[in-house]
């Protein structure tokens, strides 16, 4: 599944330095390296519990982790969509990604200029979605006239794209995103062919200094962030990026003793890929056996056959069923032959809806 989240900030909240540690971490991950891919994309793996477990069960000669990339987007300043500073750059690099990270300055710091002078995240927050909106409005506005022509024509589908066009125009002009606006399924599937700047989903990124890490409530800045992410929907994750920087260049086993120095169970840089990936409605399933327990990503509410797909085209054209059995049952019972006599081990067919955590045997015939 080559899904990316793209890493978006006004300059100097620390966007790099994030990016820096994403990249970081892939050269001391051992079985599925992050690797720097491109200058400015970075692969990660998926933490994820399940897989551990799974290979305590199973002993295989090697795991594997599912992984999810992260795009490093070129910095935004105000007037990005008319191209101000590398606004151009910008809005082509999220144009590509699937998903946005939304990394927020929320410390002081006299040593870092702010490009507005102050710490505001909100006000940094607003000004890189009006640049998203601008822009957008700018793709609709090209396209309106032209369309508007054709549906005074009475033909269907332009009368359908004209309604949702000015639909979204109104919401532009409103300074609303275009997730924002409530669209039929039928409007959606038209408004998906725009590649609209505001229609993908945002996570925020909270970035706080190494004091604030412990306590992030304690920070009246997360507090903002938090409460306009409410309003939208959004999620926001808590991170300090520098002391991400530091956790990536340790091994498993220092990186829990500097977790549990600092009071946290889970490092930041781990939440933000969690969020990400679910985020883009992704989710995971297993194979396990004694050559390799892998993690597999799919988008929910794949069926069985395109799941199989996702290992190789063969089993999908030639799929006949999937001998499934849930992590936890399997975790619960010890064994895939246990979980068969307590009934819980399933065989599914073309039309069965995969779940997160499925642990699948695929029987197929080419």
């Known amino acids: 599944m080559a899904l990316t989240a793209?890493?978006?900030?006004?300059?100097?909240?620390?966007?790099?330095?994030?990016?820096?540690?994403?990249?970081?971490a892939g050269a001391e991950s051992a079985n599925y390296p992050f690797c720097t891919i491109d200058p400015n994309v970075g692969m990660v793996e998926v933490p994820d519990e399940r897989l551990e477990k799974l290979t305590e069960?199973?002993?295989?000669?090697?795991?594997?982790?599912?992984?999810?990339?992260?795009?490093?987007?070129?910095?935004?300043?105000?007037g990005a969509?008319?191209?101000?500073?590398?606004?151009?750059?910008?809005?082509?690099?999220?144009?590509?990604?699937?998903?946005?990270?939304?990394?927020?300055?929320?410390?002081?710091?006299?040593?870092?200029?702010?490009v507005?002078?102050?710490?505001?995240?909100?006000?940094?927050?607003?000004?890189?979605?009006?640049?998203?909106?601008?822009?957008?409005?700018?793709?609709?506005?090209?396209?309106?006239?032209?369309?508007?022509?054709?549906?005074?024509?009475?033909?269907?589908e332009a009368v359908a794209e004209y309604e949702v066009l000015t639909k979204l125009k109104a919401a532009f002009e409103a300074e609303k995103p275009a997730r924002a606006v409530e669209l039929t399924e039928d409007q959606q599937k038209i408004v998906k062919?725009?590649?609209?700047?505001?229609?993908?989903?945002?996570?925020?990124?909270?970035?706080?200094?190494e004091d604030d890490i412990q306590d992030p409530s304690a920070n009246p800045y997360v507090g903002k962030v938090r409460e306009y992410a409410k309003q939208e929907g959004a999620e926001v994750i808590v991170i300090c990026a520098r002391i991400e920087e530091e956790i990536a260049e340790l091994d498993d086993d220092e990186k829990k003793m500097f977790l549990?120095?600092?009071g946290i169970q889970e490092s930041g840089l781990d939440q933000l890929i969690k969020a990400a990936y679910s985020l883009l409605g992704l989710a995971t399933y297993f194979t396990a056996g004694e050559p390799e327990v892998r993690a597999w990503t799919f988008k929910k509410g794949m069926k069985a056959p395109q799941c199989a797909g996702i290992i190789h085209s063969?089993?999908?054209?030639?799929?006949?069923?999937?001998?499934?059995v849930s992590y936890e049952d399997l975790i619960k019972y010890g064994s895939v032959a246990a979980a068969r006599e307590a009934g819980k081990v399933r065989l599914e067919g073309k039309d069965y809806v995969v779940q997160d955590g499925d642990v699948m045997?695929?029987?197929?015939?080419v």
């Open 361 to 365: 045997h695929f029987r197929f015939n």
């Open 57 to 78: 069960l199973y002993h295989p000669k090697k795991t594997v982790p599912t992984t999810f990339e992260f795009t490093d987007i070129a910095g935004i300043v105000k």
């Open 81 to 114: 969509s008319k191209g101000e500073g590398l606004g151009n750059k910008f809005l082509s690099h999220i144009r590509q990604v699937d998903a946005i990270c939304h990394v927020v300055r929320c410390f002081e710091d006299e040593n870092i200029t702010h």
């Open 314 to 324: 063969d089993f999908e054209k030639g799929f006949i069923r999937a001998e499934t």
């Open 260 to 262: 549990t120095e600092l």
């Open 116 to 156: 507005s002078g102050k710490v505001d995240p909100i006000d940094d927050i607003e000004t890189i979605n009006l640049e998203l909106i601008l822009a957008d409005l700018e793709t609709v506005d090209k396209r309106i006239g032209r369309v508007e022509k054709i549906a005074k024509q009475k033909d269907k």
């Open 193 to 209: 062919g725009f590649q609209l700047l505001t229609s993908k989903p945002v996570l925020y990124v909270a970035n706080v200094g």
């Open 6 to 24: 793209g890493i978006v900030g006004l300059p100097n909240v620390g966007k790099s330095t994030l990016f820096n540690a994403i990249t970081k």
